[in-house]
């Protein structure tokens, strides 16, 4: 094991920051500029308000593309789950070589550039005469997140030992009740991780959805239109809504990714 000595591991640290500072330092310009304006080229410093964040609520548009976001979200999560939960038992109990086919399937929607599935999706609608909407958005999306779902859940199934489901059939237990008893406890914190994960990564997907989305748009969409406007104080309102929800998603799948690992 390599000792770094006290002075390599302080420049590290200073190189470190400085890369943080570099990417998230903007971030904090826009969070600080929700609460206060900026007028004749000086900061009004006692302009401390939460204007901003008010004109958010009562703006309908802002709304309604984050109920949008939501159900989106939410739905393709579930579907991702179902469908990666089924997907992955069957590659960890199935012995055929189009198993390894399924595997390629699945990740290559994530894998590739979103261009390439957003203009293949759109193809697809088009051809089958499926009208753009939120059902389009979620079949997208659902695509883009299955991938990460299913090698959560898969990792997470092949750690279990498979005396455990010997032993429950064994003692009588169907293979419904073997799942529900036996291996759905073992896997809800990889299910937890993969729900979060792959909420997070719909959240913010923007190139897939503004290709198969109709006329209603996600929160990321409106917010991409709001900035063609030039930053307001809306925009950094929103854009530190986003920053804190996006924050705690991801301090959630820590804590269930941990919670996995340790188990």
């Not at 200073?14 to 890369?19: E, R, S, T, W």
């Not at 455990?164 to 991780?193: I, K």
């Not at 290709?211 to 929160?219: A, C, E, F, I, Q």
């Amino acid at each position: 094991m390599i000792r770094l000595s006290t002075t390599a591991l302080a420049i590290l640290g200073l190189i470190a920051g400085f890369v943080l500072l570099v990417l998230y330092g903007p971030l904090l310009v826009a969070i600080f500029f929700s609460f206060f304006k900026f007028e004749n080229n000086a900061v009004q410093w006692d302009s401390f308000s939460f204007d901003a964040y008010r004109s958010l609520i009562h703006d309908e548009g802002i709304i309604d593309a984050v109920l949008n976001t939501l159900l989106v979200g939410g739905v393709a999560v579930c579907l991702a789950l179902v469908l990666g939960t089924a997907l992955a038992f069957y590659y960890n109990s199935s012995r055929s070589r189009l198993r390894e086919v399924l595997q390629l399937l699945i990740f290559l929607p994530f894998l590739m550039p979103p261009i390439i599935t957003g203009l293949s999706l759109l193809v697809f609608f088009r051809e089958t005469d499926i009208p753009r909407s939120l059902v389009t958005v979620v079949i997208g999306h659902t695509v883009f997140v299955l991938a990460l779902a299913y090698r959560i859940i898969l990792a997470r199934l092949q750690t279990l030992r498979s005396s455990l489901v010997e032993a429950s059939l064994d003692l009588g237990a169907s293979r419904w009740q073997t799942f529900r008893y036996v291996l759905a406890p073992s896997l809800m914190s990889a299910l937890g991780a993969s729900a979060i994960l792959a909420f997070a990564l719909s959240f913010d997907e923007t190139l897939i959805t503004l290709l198969v989305t109709g006329t209603k748009s996600t929160l990321p969409m409106r917010l991409w239109a709001m900035m063609r406007m030039g930053f307001t104080p809306d925009i950094n309102a929103l854009v530190t809504i986003i920053l804190a929800g996006s924050t705690g998603l991801s301090l959630l799948a820590i804590r269930f990714v941990g919670v996995t690992s340790r188990r």
